[in-house]
């Protein structure tokens, strides 16, 4: 059986009855009150031919994956209690699945790591395999994620003047407005590429000229957001530094970090770019790919 009917413009949780899977449905469950939007959770059951089934009936198998379906959806119900809820148990490739559903979903939601992956891994395969090819934005929730660190109580985004930064920008500061958070733009320069050029040392270059270039790309990336969004407590950081380190570092016990698919630096076939991908696995809050459709 193969994916059912998924809701259009959903807020769409992959389950699989793991911790990390509860801390996904929570937070699905609370954007979806946030912005009125109907919240679909997708359990998918290995088949033959994507994965191994396990031993026992065939039955049996089907009756756990609709308990593990049916218990999600009452947790979702017990966090948020007038969202309309629904979910289906298919079979087939979890990350196959929710990617087919990300056509249709406003978001899709993914633990870091479900119950097959190991202790050690910080991101699981199906995570990391949905970030990369989902068609909407894709949130990253972390399994008890730290409330202390410099971002505590906001959000977090990282901007470098691309195309799909700018989509972060908006969704960061929607997300910051309607969960009444502080916004920290963190633009990273670092002194190996500008503007995707080598330089030959750390200490190559006019690096007053370079920050007054980079303090432009920021100011045009921020341009009508201010105005658009005057409840929103603004932050800009403007750094030399690595950005994933840096972003990692500022988002520390942050609400959540949004970084679009690939930046300035990637090459358009990239589906996600190097400081995404970092920020996947390093970052110690829920992360948020946001992508062009």
């Given at each position: 059986m193969g994916l059912e009917s998924v809701p259009r413009d959903s807020i769409v949780v992959g389950v699989d009855g793991s911790p990390h899977s509860h801390d996904a449905i929570a937070w699905g469950a609370a954007e979806a009150a946030r912005r009125n939007l109907p919240l679909h959770l997708i359990h998918v059951m290995p088949d033959h031919e994507h994965g191994t089934p396990g031993p026992g009936d065939p039955d049996e198998r089907r009756a756990e994956g609709d308990a593990v379906a049916q218990g999600s959806i009452s947790r979702a119900?017990?966090?948020?209690?007038?969202?309309?809820?629904?979910?289906q148990a298919p079979y087939g490739s979890a990350a196959a699945l929710l990617v087919e559903a990300s056509e249709v979903a406003d978001t899709i939601v993914v633990g870091a790591r479900g119950r097959g992956a190991?202790?050690?891994?910080?991101?699981?395969?199906?995570?990391?395999?949905?970030?990369?090819?989902?068609?909407?934005?894709?949130?990253?929730?972390?399994?008890?994620?730290?409330?202390?660190?410099?971002?505590?109580?906001?959000v977090v985004v990282g901007?470098?003047?691309?195309?799909?930064?700018?989509?972060?920008?908006?969704?960061?500061?929607?997300?910051?407005?309607m969960t009444?958070?502080?916004?920290?733009?963190?633009?990273?320069?670092?002194?190996?590429?500008?503007?995707?050029?080598?330089?030959?040392?750390?200490?190559?270059?006019?690096?007053?000229?370079?920050?007054?270039?980079?303090?432009?790309?920021?100011?045009?990336?921020?341009?009508?957001?201010?105005?658009?969004?005057?409840?929103?407590?603004?932050?800009?950081?403007?750094?030399?530094?690595?950005?994933v380190e840096l972003l990692a570092e500022e988002s520390a016990g942050a609400d959540l970090l949004v970084v679009g698919s690939r930046g300035r630096g990637g090459f358009r076939g990239l589906m996600l770019g190097?400081?995404?991908?970092?920020?996947?696995?390093?970052?110690?809050?829920?992360?948020?790919?946001?992508?062009?459709?």
């Open positions: 119900r017990l966090a948020e209690p007038d969202v309309r809820v629904t979910a190991g202790r050690s891994a910080v991101l699981g395969s199906v995570s990391q395999q949905v970030a990369m090819h989902a068609a909407c934005p894709v949130v990253v929730t972390r399994e008890h994620a730290s409330q202390d660190g410099a971002g505590a109580g906001r901007v470098d003047g691309s195309e799909l930064s700018n989509a972060a920008i908006a969704y960061a500061f929607n997300h910051a407005s009444n958070s502080g916004l920290t733009v963190v633009h990273a320069w670092w002194w190996e590429y500008v503007e995707g050029v080598l330089a030959e040392s750390p200490w190559a270059g006019d690096w007053e000229q370079i920050r007054s270039d980079e303090e432009v790309v920021v100011a045009e990336s921020l341009a009508g957001w201010r105005e658009k969004y005057p409840d929103v407590d603004l932050a800009v950081h403007i750094v030399r530094g690595h950005p190097s400081v995404s991908q970092g920020a996947l696995h390093h970052a110690g809050c829920p992360v948020a790919i946001v992508r062009n459709r």
